[in-house]
T-cell receptor, first 117, second 111 residues
């Protein structure tokens, strides 16, 4: 079964350092999402890509967060500088247009657990 | 705007007992609703979805949910809890282009 790949699985970084997460969606999925899930809460959308274009980044803290999907395939989410409050699970998901039109939702990766110390 | 509210952040049941996890939705259009399960340090796995066909939806692992428009609810149930059901469960509603999630319910199964 096709999967959304994310790396690293776990990351510990010091406050004020830079950190990056990588996501490889299911092959052929045009839409890619980055969600942040703070412990004890539900996932919240940070950014959504359609191919290489940003569809929605209204909740992305742009002073420190950036995301790119240069070739419309894999994606990188970066935080610089990291703050203590950024400790969370960062989840990537992808979907095809067929999935969203058919209301099938989307497929999540296993996430990256970030701890900022 | 679409949103979901999950009632009860923690639910405990005995092994073999009925599982009931509550979700109410708010939507200005006919909603498309989902339940996801998350095991510790894992991503979210789709349990089931409501896409305006049958109001009683069956999912994986013996779970099912019933869409009730009059109550704006989409509660998740399972007749008999297993230890392996212990996890966090999220209800979600489809917005224009993405999903909006509830705050989750942690299910504990007591042996």
């Amino acid at each position: 079964e096709a999967e959304v790949a994310q790396s690293p699985r776990y990351k510990i970084t010091e406050k004020s350092q830079a950190v990056a997460f990588w996501c490889d969606p299911i092959s052929g999925h045009a839409t890619l999402y980055w969600y942040r899930q703070i412990l004890g809460q539900g996932p919240e959308l940070l950014v959504q890509f359609q191919d290489e274009s940003v569809v929605d980044d209204s909740q992305l803290p742009k002073d420190r967060f950036s995301a790119e999907r240069l070739k419309g395939v894999d994606s990188t989410l970066k935080i610089q500088p990291a703050e203590l409050g950024d400790s969370a699970m960062y989840l990537c998901a992808s979907s095809s247009q067929f999935q969203m039109d058919g209301q099938y939702g989307y497929t999540f990766g296993s996430g990256t657990r970030l701890t900022v110390v | 705007a679409q949103s979901v509210t999950q009632l009860g952040s923690h639910v405990s049941v005995s092994e073999g007992a009925l599982v009931l996890l509550r979700c109410n939705y708010s939507s200005s259009v006919p909603p498309y609703l989902f339940w996801y399960v998350q095991y510790p340090n894992q991503g979210l796995q789709l349990l089931l979805k409501y896409t305006s066909a049958a109001t009683l939806v069956k999912g994986i692992n013996g779970f099912e949910a019933e869409f009730k428009k009059s109550e704006t609810s989409f509660h998740l149930t399972k007749p008999s809890a297993h230890m392996s059901d212990a996890a966090e469960y999220f209800c979600a509603v489809k917005g224009a282009n993405n999903l909006f999630f509830g705050t989750g319910t942690r299910l504990t199964v007591i042996p």
